[in-house]
């Protein structure tokens, strides 16, 4: 029973460039998580998606960053024109019920740096 | 605007002896509180929680306290192991946010010294 796979596990991009960041929930789960971590700073929420839908974006800046969980595939977190501020670990998350509790789990972290 | 706040950094403790990390919050709404740990490279696990209701809540060598007058809690390791080496993160959550909105501390970095 494979736990919450996120990939790549690091990710270079230079400024100006695309972000794709993949997230696999366990199996059973519909619903999905993003939290980002800043250096030397605990994790902020992102969004919470669940198959199909967006149910709350409101930790998402507004501009350049998007997120979807298609019926199909993993959940992708996509990062428009990085810039250097966008560098932190992104962490994903899932659970089987609507609430980010003790059964929820978190996957290894997408660590991004941009150059 | 910190509304979970680890003010300690680090801490290092002797094997065998109790780890105490701490936790304030700011936020009257939050309900529920969980500890969690991590690795470097890794994602954070959920290590014990506590609801609102309660005061006190234990699973093995850990321990978790809530002084809701104070808007404090703490965790209590004992005894503590070089295992228990790790980053350790409070968060909390407040029905109104929705319980899928964690608020996280900064996070203590504990070192488990032989």
């Known amino acids: 029973n494979a736990g919450v796979m996120q990939n790549p596990r690091h990710l270079v991009r230079r400024r100006g460039q695309e972000a794709r960041l993949r997230c696999s929930p366990m199996?059973?789960?519909?619903?999905v998580y993003w939290y980002r971590q800043l250096p030397e700073e605990g994790l902020k929420f992102m969004v919470y998606l669940q198959k199909e839908n967006i149910i709350d974006e409101s930790g998402m800046p507004k501009e350049r960053f998007s997120a979807e969980f298609p019926k199909e595939g993993p959940s992708i977190l996509r990062i428009q024109q990085v810039v250097r501020g966008d560098s932190a670990a992104y962490f994903c998350?899932?659970?089987?019920?609507?609430?980010?509790?003790?059964?929820?789990?978190f996957g290894q972290g997408t660590r991004l740096t941009v150059v | 605007d910190q509304q979970v706040k680890q003010n300690s950094p680090s801490l290092s403790v002797q094997e065998g002896r109790i780890s105490i990390l701490n936790c304030d919050y700011t936020?009257?709404?939050?309900?529920?509180f969980l500890w969690y740990k991590k690795y470097p490279a890794e994602g954070p696990t959920f290590l014990i929680s506590i609801s609102s209701i309660k005061d006190k809540n234990e699973d093995g060598r850990f321990t978790v306290f809530l002084n809701k007058s104070a808007k404090h809690l703490s965790l209590h390791i004992v005894p503590s192991q070089p295992g228990d080496s790790a980053v350790y993160f409070c968060a909390a959550s407040d029905p109104i946010q929705g319980a899928q909105k964690l608020v996280f501390g900064q996070g203590t970095r504990l070192t488990i010294n032989p």
């Open positions: 998350a899932s659970s089987p019920h609507e609430v980010l509790n003790t059964e929820a789990f």
């Open positions: 936020n009257s709404m939050f309900d529920y």
């Open positions: 199996k059973g789960h519909s619903h």
